[in-house]
Nanobody, 116 residues
Framework: QVQLVESGGGLVQAGGSLRLSCAASGISFTNNAMGWFRQAPGKQRQLVASITSRGYTTYPDSVKGRFTISRDNAKNTVYLQMNSLKSEDTAVYYC??????????WGQGTQVTVSS
């Protein structure tokens, strides 16, 4: 059974930083690309960072240079370091497999709120 547990969110002022963690179980974590996604109220869920099994990372322009994704395969955990946060980064953040065909259910997510 797939289980994804996100943590590390909170309330932060604009310009601040947060580090999110996602502990995964029930999946072939080491062999698969993982991603961080976010969903703001009234908007679709979007991918904000991805990391392959070998550590290759990609980011959309909206977060490039501010967010850093990393993974610890020994701990089945993926991280998202978020710096220079902006109000538009406010959302619920989720982690999951990049390949949609391999995904199970989503976790509960972790709320990030950036105050301006």
């Amino acid at each position: 059974q797939v289980q994804l547990v996100e943590s590390g969110g909170g309330l932060v002022q604009a310009g601040g930083s947060l580090r999110l963690s996602c502990a995964a179980s029930g999946i072939s974590f080491t062999n698969n690309a993982m991603g961080w996604f976010r969903q703001a109220p009234g908007k679709q869920r979007q991918l904000v960072a991805s990391i392959t099994s070998r550590g290759y990372t990609t980011y959309p322009d909206s977060v490039k240079g501010r967010f850093t994704i990393s993974r610890d395969n020994a701990k089945n955990t993926v991280y998202l370091q978020m710096n220079s946060l902006k109000s538009e980064d406010t959302a619920v953040y989720y982690c999951n497999l990049i390949l949609a065909s391999l995904r199970g259910s989503w976790g509960q997510g972790t709320q990030v709120t950036v105050s301006s």
